[in-house]
């Protein structure tokens, strides 16, 4: 079969742009093969390069003193957890194959970061994941899509982390009309590694082998990175050969046999073969080692006949990797992959020329400068436009709504709502280290062979986002953080993943540039290094550009086994407190939108002091083991966050908020920043209020845990009270019943 | 402290509960266990197999049908026959009714969905090396992670169940109310797990290893380890 001629319709297929062209021409100092268009053309998409973020990228605090690998360096950071050991963790997006075909694109998105960690030597512990959708309740043709791709998109992800054995044990689910069309599947994976087998992705020593191992190549997922980097429309449906078709079986193979290989001193260097494949992972090897890669296109295996090089090398066949071999331990790669059942073949060499040369036989295909791929990709520094921040929500224009109808509707809201039905389908506690289930603040894992404890939450209101990027990226981060204080855990770092829409429009690149910013900022504040995350633009259906949705995981640490604290109240008698102080807005917040359909205000401010002096009195009163549980105030405010801790143990809880005449819709329902509902033991009030009193933090007792199941609320000159197995059955009802009918 | 107990866990390509099982075992005191691969075929010198839950082979096919071929399987084969006691556990459980070490078979749950939650199970019956340190109508708590744990069998082959005493572990709610609404996956009568008519062979659904540890949701699965040292220690005694 002959290549096509490079044409500029050919170029403009392959999303070069004629500037971009121009320059490939000069590096060449040639017209390219049609093999070079198509490597450039990935590696020069936004998947791949970043070209539109990384002047913005840039911007985020990646050092610290417990930085062992910084992001961008390597495939994923990696973070010292003290006495040797370490963690390597990265969340991605699979957003865009998620939407054309929901239960590969997300198989494969875990997949993929599953790799990201083992590659780095990692052994991969716990998952969570980030997932949005358009809305799910009603009958309308766009309601039934958005349940199949939800459906589809949790059963995509609960077969790859069940087979593989690796138990998702967190994550977010949140339903927004603008996520219709263009679903968001943010996938986090955290593994675990001595510091000495960290591993690197560069192709060191000139002469040394270079090995494909894993799964033959196919023709699936075709140019997926270049096809990330567009927006969708409704002729993507032709792009499913874009999408991958994942195998957990065989990356639980190869899983073990790399990480049984890496165990050995045979490992030059490591890369998994993710976005543009073979392509990529060439490059960025050479590129990192300083050296070039020469491989043979006949000598890779390859799962259907009559495949092209072209095919070859921009297939994103699942579960492979490119190993460099120190030359001489061959012999070790053959016997640990053959004792696994996998296969390998040896594909070419490391040279000193710093060229990335595929030959098909004799014949050379490609011979690019693997710098100029890798690095040397063109940067855009795009324009973003003026912002206006909102105007603060009018409350007289919002009338007053029935708390005692509100609350249960609330729970009820799929975004609010509890996600059993989702993580129910998840092996949650496989390797046994869950020691708090989904459903809480944040996730606790044991992690046996380090003996560590480790907390984890992932957050991202979209709604804040959209209002006011910044504050809504400054309150992912302080949730995060809020969530592992309520855990019992101080923060360690961040990965997080931009998902925005088409950068090309500057009201898109305001968001973009506005969100790193509250990120940074954030980061900053509570002195946590970003280790690194990913970036995924052109998030657009034909109705427009998603939310702007700066997923932010955060992965912290727990002392002792003791700190552990849990959302639920746990005894009748235990007294409640409120630590933080429940201001007058209800821009932004949930009860405006579930309730008034209104999306607009500014979203609740953020005073990082303030937060971080709350997370801090907290951790100090759960170290001295006076709190018995914990939970923060987020979406639906105050009521919700008491209901959710009712649920659990069958207890109610008798509360008196005070709040004189303020309206009692605000007060149980906005969503002022740094506030934490705790409960204490009777006895130990005195030593509660002695302890929190010297930090400063603002706190008040606001009731107490009943056993009569009723949550009671008086709020200034109004009494609510609702039965705690009705709210749980809005609560836990409202997904099943939408999804089971 | 001299080793009551050598355990060979199982590690079939795609066995993800294989590690699990083995810091499970080792958390009682006298107990080695050790991982075994697949392509091994002798387990001589060991009081005790567990097969542990994963997804042997992808279980793309029936689950279990691909690894009841594996190599090893010969060598569980005859100490089965031997006497020797052997556990599966989820996958290990649906290994042993494909290579017809137990009856009966494990379906897709009712539901279709892959169901993890924690669950009681009620203890049927003691008489057996796996249940033996606890009591009869004893409520566990015990979590399962599976998409194909419905039981079926024959009438005749149920019947045998019954009569035989092999059923000893049922899904119950918890007061240990054996009913339709505690039964998570379809399995007839609610079956849990169950033990070979020589009663050295055991298979089950739900994870026992995953609560051995009051951090991790509870110690209810020890009983079932502890019978199984107990009854070890009984046979060298002899």
Known sequence: MSNPAITPELIAKHGLSPDEYEKVLSILGREPSFEELGVFSVMWSEHCSYKNSRPELRKFPTTGPSVLVKAGEENAGVIDIGDGWAVAFKIESHNHPSAVEPFQGAATGVGGIIRDIFTMGARPVFLMDSLRFGSIEGDSEQAKTNRRLFAGVVAGIAHYGNCIGLPTVAGEVYFDESYSGNPLVNAFCLGILRHEQIARGAAEGVGNPVFYVGAETGRDGLAGAAFASRELTEESKADRPAVQVGDPFREKLLLEACLELLATDAVAGIQDMGAAGLTCSTCETASRGGTGVEIDIQLVPQRAKGQTPYEVLLSESQERMLVIVKKGQEDVVKRIFEKWDLPYAEIGTVTDDGMMRVRNGKDVVVEIPARSLADDGPLYFREAAPFTPPAPLDLSTVPQADPSAVLPKLLSHPSIASKRWVWRQYDHMVRTGTAVLPGSDAAVFIVREANKILAAATDCNAVYCRLDPTVGARIAVAECARNLACSGAVPLGVTDNLNFGNPHKPENFYQLRAAVEGISEGCRAFNVPVTGGNVSLYNESPAGAIDPTPTISMVGRIDEAAHITTQSFKEAGDQIFLIGETGSELGASHYLLAIHGRKEGAPPALDFEKEKAIHAALLGVIRKGLVRSAHDCSEGGLAVTLAESCFGNGLGASIDLGAGDQRPDVVLFNETQGRIVISVKAADVTSLEKELAVTGVPFRKIGEVTAKADLAIKTGANSYSWSVDSLNESFEGAIPSLMEG | ?238
């Open chain 2, 1 to 238: 402290m001299p080793s009551v107990m050598k355990v060979a866990v199982i590690q079939f390509p795609g066995s993800n509960c294989d590690t699990d099982c083995q810091a499970a075992l080792a958390s009682f005191d006298g107990v080695k266990a050790e991982i075994v691969w697949h392509k091994e075929t002798s387990l001589a010198g060991y009081d005790a197999i567990v097969l542990p839950g994963g997804f042997s082979y992808g279980d793309y096919l029936r689950c279990g049908s691909i690894a009841r071929f594996s190599p090893i399987m010969g060598a569980v084969r005859a100490a089965a026959d031997a006497g020797v006691l052997v556990i599966g556990i989820c996958n290990g459980f649906q290994i042993l009714c494909e290579a017809g070490l137990l009856p009966g078979t494990l379906m897709r749950n009712k539901g279709l969905l892959f169901r993890c939650e924690n669950l009681h199970l009620r203890v049927e019956n003691n008489d057996s090396p796996f249940t033996s340190a606890m009591t009869n109508g004893q409520v566990l708590e015990i979590p399962i992670a599976h998409g194909e744990g419905s039981f079926v069998a024959d009438e005749e082959t149920l019947n045998q169940l019954n009569a035989n005493n092999q059923i000893l572990v049922r899904y119950c709610d918890a007061n240990g109310n054996v009913s339709p609404e505690a039964n998570p996956n379809g399995s007839l009568e609610n079956i849990a797990g169950i033990c070979s008519h020589g009663r050295n062979v055991f298979g089950l659904m739900p994870h026992p290893e995953r609560v051995c540890d009051h951090l991790l949701g509870g110690t209810d699965g020890r009983g079932i380890f502890q019978s199984m040292i107990e009854a070890v220690q009984k046979t060298k005694a002899k």
